[in-house]
């Protein structure tokens, strides 16, 4: 489920390097990307919760913990 999860997300966000930590059905993912650059927070999360939107509808995900910032930390 974490490879599942990693690719939703890089094949989402351009350039995305990204880390999934899973404990049930609760997840921490981590995102870094250029692409987030200029976003604000809400929406840099908004990008994250499309990609992996069809792990929420079907279950497999319950609780998010998303990490999403650009290559300089921003």
Known sequence: M???????VAAGI????????????????????PAFEGLSRVQKQQKVYACI???????????VTIRAQTPDGG
Do not use: C, P
């Open 14 to 33: 351009e350039g995305a390097e990204v880390d999934v930590v899973l404990e049930g059905n609760r997840a921490l993912i981590t995102v870094v990307s």
């Open 53 to 63: 939107d069809a792990f929420i509808k079907d279950g497999s995900l319950h609780a």
């Open 2 to 8: 974490n490879e599942a999860i990693s690719q939703a």
